[in-house]
């Protein structure tokens, strides 16, 4: 089975920054593409960003420009660098990753349980 633990959220004022980081464990070979989700209480949970394993991202519309992501070079590892917060930012992120386990297995989708953010003054 597959773990992913996040950690970094909390509570910053508006315009300041913080910086997610995930770590997933357990039989990987392969992390094809790995992110973030986030939902807002009475929202539907949306993606944030997301990275494959060639480099390529995609973004919310909503966090383009502000936010980062990045994967370390032992593809077990994503993190959400979050800049220029905004009060709409507010929600539980939760660590994204499309993971194989075997050369002959399709990739399976698992999310974290997910660090709160809170944007406020």
């Known amino acids: 089975q597959v773990q992913l633990v996040e950690s970094g959220g909390g509570l910053v004022q508006p315009g300041g920054s913080l910086r997610l980081s995930c770590a997933a464990s357990?039989?990987?070979?392969?992390?094809?593409?790995m992110g973030w989700y986030r939902q807002a209480p009475g929202n539907q949970r949306e993606l944030v960003a997301i990275?494959?394993?060639?480099?390529?991202?995609n973004y919310a519309d909503a966090v383009k420009g502000r936010f980062t992501i990045s994967r370390g070079n032992t593809e077990r590892t994503v993190y959400l660098q979050m800049n220029s917060l905004k009060p709409e930012d507010t929600a539980v992120y939760s660590c994204?990753?499309?993971?194989?386990?075997?050369?002959?297995?399709?990739?399976?989708?698992?999310w974290g349980q997910g660090t709160q953010v809170t944007v406020s003054s």
């Open positions: 994204y990753a499309n993971v194989k386990i075997s050369r002959s297995g399709t990739g399976k989708n698992y």
């Open positions: 357990g039989i990987i070979l392969s992390i094809p593409d």
């Open positions: 990275m494959a394993g060639d480099g390529s991202t």
